[in-house]
């Protein structure tokens, strides 16, 4: 068998890798999909929680709600021409408080999976929880993903208090 040198390897694994691309199927019945963000309304809806949906700077669909005394924005990415979108992002934001550190970031993010922080170049603070909708979640999975993003707004409550 023939070796395959690392740079002709490397240039065929991003080759290979993934694009994004819009979601351009119909949402099924019953689903949760990016691409038909009333779908993700009415989900948050019978999750229990506020739902405004309205655009972003881009022209992109973003929803407004609020879990655990935090206030969040669901934003809606892998757009093409701001629909047929395949992704969303759950997000906080905190402006700068003097205490938003790559430190502080840092220390969340060793023990979490999927909810990461960030500091921003204005120094404010980011929690977001990215989820791929590519072919829709069903009701079961998006309460999941509510459920979780919702757990770890209360961690994060938590982690603030410990850090002073």
């Not at 819009?22 to 309304?41: F, L, T």
């Not at 929803?63 to 005394?69: D, H, K, L, Q, R």
């Not at 922080?117 to 993903?145: K, P, R, W």
Request: aromatic share 10%; charged share 20%; hydrophobic share 40%.
């Amino acid at each position: 068998m023939k070796k395959i040198g690392l740079g002709v390897a490397a240039l065929l694994l991003f080759a290979a890798a993934p694009s994004y691309a819009a979601d351009n199927a119909p949402c099924g019945a019953n689903m949760v999909c990016a691409s038909d963000p009333q779908s993700v309304v009415r989900a948050l809806q019978k999750a229990g929680y506020k739902a405004e949906l309205s655009k972003d700077a881009r022209g992109d669909p973003k929803i407004n709600s609020a879990a655990n005394g935090y206030d969040f924005v669901v934003y809606f990415y892998d757009c093409k021409d701001n629909v047929h979108c395949a992704a969303l992002q759950f997000s906080v934001q905190f402006v700068d408080d003097g205490k938003n550190t790559p430190e502080l970031a840092n220390k969340w993010n060793k023990n979490k999976r999927f909810v990461q922080m960030a500091v921003t170049d204005d120094d404010d603070l980011t929690i977001s929880y990215d989820v791929t909708t590519l072919g829709g979640l069903n009701q079961a999975n998006f309460a999941d993903v509510v459920d979780w993003w919702q757990t770890m707004l209360g961690e994060l409550r938590r982690f603030f208090q410990e850090q002073g």
